[in-house]
């Protein structure tokens, strides 16, 4: 008697998110993805396939025991999911929300390869909203209680991004106590005044920065690395420094017409919106310059970010200007997608040639230049070449530059034993993150130029392992 083999149960489809419409959201600041109910997350947690060597790992910069932290998920143990994400991400709710996912360990899933990768980031950011945050020590202690910090053992951290906060985090969950110096007004660096808050909402970002608090972070704001504060100067008082300043100093087009009124940085225009809270304007003090036809320059994530913004701000059209095609946008498809949704327009293949203004030096339009691919370049992708005589204008009033940004001089300047490579970054130890000075470390986009907060996370953490380590051995 012949027998059957039996058929393999199929494979569940992923989850979706829930959303606000598009039409709803391009009119408010309030987050775009409203995140899974508890039995969402449940069901895309079961379809894990909790692998003996699980790859998703090897994709993830702070090394999250992702297959652990899931199948309590998928058990329903929300509390001990939490626990087991904190013993390396001391920022859980933020990388779930803005890490790129699909390129690090939804990437490594080995579900790609069958369809759709198990909703890694999403699970994440389940269990942190779940779990209230309130203390950065659970990841040593996995109670609410922290190590008391030692009074004869100190750190500082001069910025307070993704790399900081992370670093500081390690740090203090080992009991020693942690200063940290932030060159504005709010702590976050990035997360604040980068990121809008219908990606990542500020409470988010002050929920997790309190839970540092709370472990016994201090943190001193209105301090400028390099100017208010030295490293050489904390190095007295200090036993270790880490350099988490970022990578802020803009870079622009360099055409002509990028000084008229209307041109800003992203940089600039974000700030403004998201830091100074321009969006909540006449309610808060800060506004922000008011356009009607928008166009953003970049298809980055950042470039996303700033289109976006100007719709919610009231803009009547918004252009995204790239001198490529979609296929080679650099932005997360997520991003991408959300924006086509809302209503931004891609101008591809196409390059400013200058910007053109009235009587007054206001900006009123912007001259493009049409594009075609041709060979490839030093990165891979095929590069654009203009196509002669074939130009046009497209009206803008607001112009937002997103190409990117450099290492800002200050800090550098002021610290001449800081070895720098040949563009500008400060060059670190790569097992370690130390710098050329003893016990000097540094991490995040002052070290890698522009990156991702993720990668930036990771830096802190393996900085801080090695201070760790030193101090306390």
């Known amino acids: 008697m012949e027998t059957k083999t039996p058929k393999k149960k199929p494979l ?17 600041f309030e987050e775009v993805a409203l995140g899974y109910t508890r039995e969402m997350a449940i069901e895309e947690a079961k379809r894990c396939l909790q692998c003996k060597k699980p790859l998703c790992v090897s994709g993830c910069p702070v090394e999250v025991p992702i297959r652990d932290f899931i199948r309590e998920v998928s058990l329903g143990n929300m ?5 087991i994400i904190k013993s390396t991400n001391s920022l859980p709710a933020v990388c779930g929300r803005v890490c790129p ?100 909402p500020k409470n988010v970002v002050a929920t997790e920065i309190n839970g540092l608090r709370l472990a016994g972070v201090d943190f001193h704001l209105n301090y400028v690395g390099g100017r208010t504060v030295e490293v050489e100067e904390l190095l007295e008082t200090h036993h270790a420094v880490f350099i988490g300043v970022g990578a802020g100093l803009p870079t622009f087009l360099g055409v002509p017409g990028e000084n008229l009124v209307g041109v800003f940085s992203a940089n600039e225009y974000l700030t403004r919106v998201n830091l100074g809270r321009a969006y909540d304007f006449p309610g808060q003090d800060t506004p922000a310059f008011p356009g009607k036809n928008v166009t953003v320059f970049g298809a980055g994530n950042v470039a996303m970010d700033a289109a976006r913004t100007a719709l919610r701000m009231g803009a009547e059209s918004v252009h995204i200007v790239y001198r490529r095609t979609r296929a ?64 046009f204008d497209l009206p803008t009033d ?5 190409l990117g940004t450099r290492s800002n001089p200050i800090l550098l300047d002021a610290t001449p034993k800081l070895k720098q490579n040949k563009w500008g970054y400060i060059e670190v130890n790569e097992e370690t993150g130390e710098t050329s000075i003893p016990n000097v470390f540094a991490g995040g986009d002052i070290v890698t ?18 201070i760790v380590k030193r101090l306390l051995k």
Do not use: W
Request: glycine letters at 10%; one cysteine or more.
């Open 101 to 200: 996912q699909e390129h690090q360990c939804e990437g490594k899933c080995i579900l790609t390869a069958k369809g759709q990768p198990v909703a890694i980031g999403r699970l994440e950011r389940f269990v942190a909203d779940t779990y209230i945050a309130t203390s950065a020590c659970e990841q040593v202690t996995g109670t609410n209680s922290c190590a008391l910090p030692r009074g004869d053992l100190k750190v500082a951290c001069i910025g307070s991004g993704p790399s900081s906060l992370t670093c500081a985090g390690v740090c203090a969950a080992a009991g020693i106590k942690v200063d940290v110096y932030e060159a504005l007004h709010e702590p976050g660096g990035v997360l604040i005044y980068g990121i809008p808050a219908f990606r990542l």
């Open 328 to 391: 080679e946008m650099p932005a997360r498809l997520e991003e991408l997608e959300h924006a086509e949704e809302e209503g931004v327009q891609f101008a591809m293949l196409s390059a400013p040639v200058r910007f053109n203004g009235d009587a007054e030096m206001r900006l009123k339009s912007v001259t493009l230049q049409k594009m075609e691919l041709g060979e490839a370049d030093a990165s891979g992708r095929r590069r654009p070449v203009a196509i002669e005589g074939e130009v």
């Open 449 to 466: 130029g522009a990156a991702t907060v993720i990668l930036a996370m990771g830096a802190g953490r393996k900085a801080g392992q090695e």
């Open 79 to 83: 509390d001990a999911a939490y626990r």
């Open 12 to 28: 569940a489809p992923r989850v979706d998110m829930p959303c606000q419409p598009a039409e709803v959201r391009r009119a408010n």
């Open 398 to 402: 607001l112009a937002v530059v997103a």
